[in-house]
Each structure stands twice: as C-alpha cells, then as structure tokens.
T-cell receptor, first 113, second 116 residues
Framework: GQSLEQPSEVTAVEGAIVQINCTYQ??????LSWYQQHDGGAPTFLSY????GLEETGRFSSFLSRSDSYGYLLLQELQMKDSASYFC??????????????FGSGTRLQVQP | GAVVSQHPSWVICKSGTSVKIECRSL??????MFWYRQFPKQSLMLMAT?????????EQGVEKDKFLINHASLTLSTLTVTSAHPEDSSFYIC????????????FGQGTRLTVV
C-alpha cells in the first residue's frame, strides 16, 4: 500500500516563503504530485516530480528525492489567496490510466497579512 | 486542461433515500474515473475506480451495494448513494485523466451531501 505524511498546519505571512514537506511509503513509485484545495472546492493540480530534483512553476516549486522517499512543495512570495490545503499524492499500481491517487493527510496553509 | 463536471454541487436528502451524483468528462473520453470521499478537514479517500463498460473496483471497506457506480459511457460515471444515512454526509469528488497527461488528474467540482 501507500502512505504519505505531511505536517497538518503551516502559518506564514504575505510575501514569505514556505516549504511543505512530504514523506511517503509506496510499494511502487510512479511520481509525486501536489494539489491545492481551497475550502469547499476541488483539488487542482500544482506540480509533479517523477525524477529527483526541483521542478519550478512560477511561484511554486516542487522537489523530490527518491532515495529519501521525500519531497516538498515550496511556495514563494506568498499571497493571501494561497491560504488553502495542500496535498501530496502518489499514484497506485496498475496501468497508467487506471492508477488512482493516494493522498497525504494534507497541510493547511494559513497566510497572514 | 481537461474539464470534469460534477453534478449536483450540493444536495440535502432524508435518511433512507437515494442520491445520484453524476461525473462527466466534457472534452475528453475517460475509460477510467475515480470516486473519492472527503470528510471535513481530512484527506481524500479513494472509494472506487469506475471502469467504462465493466464493474467498478471498490476499495476495502467501501460497500458496493451502498455506493452503486455505473460507467455506461466514455464520458459519464454516476455514483448512487443508496439508503443514505447521516454518516454518509460528506464531500464526494470524482476524478479522471484524459490519457495524454500521464500525471495530472482532473477533478469535478465535488458534491456536498448532507443526509438529515
């Protein structure tokens, strides 16, 4: 099976940088994804890492170390609208189209003025 | 990105009744869709994998007779919560991939079910 651990809450101020960590245990690894979910909304895709290293997408970056079964999401120049829950996720076994996502417990980010 | 539409966005029903939730892929065909359930301030938990033209695959602990899934076409999957009880109140979300983006999953808007 798969399991992922994340901190439950993080608080930061506008303009700051915050890092959300994720450690995972999987029987097979097919990449680590990150999703953002605002209260009452659906998750939206942020980033994906299949290989070690840093992926940058605007203010958001994601890092992966497969040897450490560890990744993080880095949010820069925080804005109030970034207040949301952030989930790391891994894909289950099976062929590509049938692999469901297993989500971490989620990290609630609160951005303060 | 691809669009997944879920309907209704919220529903209130009485205990003992059934509720149907629809999930449509609007601009792509999805042979596989996924149904998740999310309780307040918790993570998304996979309930079942919906396969077009065949039976759904349910996760351990999810009652297939209570949560009926039908995936009759390449663009529509439905989840019916039968004989709903207050403990079924939750946020139900469907997801699909368009087959081109290997890693990205697209989610419906979610359905907030309240059973009274």
């Amino acid at each position: 099976g798969q399991s992922l651990e994340q901190p439950s809450e993080v608080t930061a101020v506008e303009g700051a940088i915050v890092q959300i960590n994720c450690t995972y245990q999987t029987s097979g690894f097919y990449g680590l994804s990150w999703y953002q979910q605002h209260d009452g909304g659906a998750p939206t895709f942020l980033s994906y890492n299949a290989l070690d290293g840093l992926e940058e997408t605007g203010r958001f970056s994601s890092f992966l170390s497969r040897s450490d079964s560890y990744g993080y999401l880095l949010l820069q120049e925080l804005q109030m609208k970034d207040s949301a829950s952030y989930f790391c996720a891994v894909r289950g076994p099976g062929d590509t189209g049938r692999r469901a996502l297993t989500f971490g417990s989620g990290t609630r980010l609160q951005v303060q003025p | 990105g691809a669009v997944v539409s879920q309907h209704p966005s919220w529903v209130i029903c009485k205990s003992g009744t059934s509720v149907k939730i629809e999930c449509r892929s609007l601009d792509f065909q999805a042979t596989t869709m996924f149904w998740y359930r999310q309780f307040p301030k918790q993570s998304l938990m996979l309930m079942a994998t919906s396969n077009e033209g065949s039976k759904a695959t349910y996760e351990q602990g999810v009652e297939k007779d209570k949560f009926l899934i039908n995936h009759a076409s390449l663009t529509l999957s439905t989840l019916t919560v039968t004989s709903a009880h207050p403990e079924d109140s939750s946020f139900y979300i469907c997801s699909a991939r368009d087959g081109t983006g290997v890693f990205e999953a697209f989610f419906g808007q979610g359905t907030r079910l309240t059973v009274v």
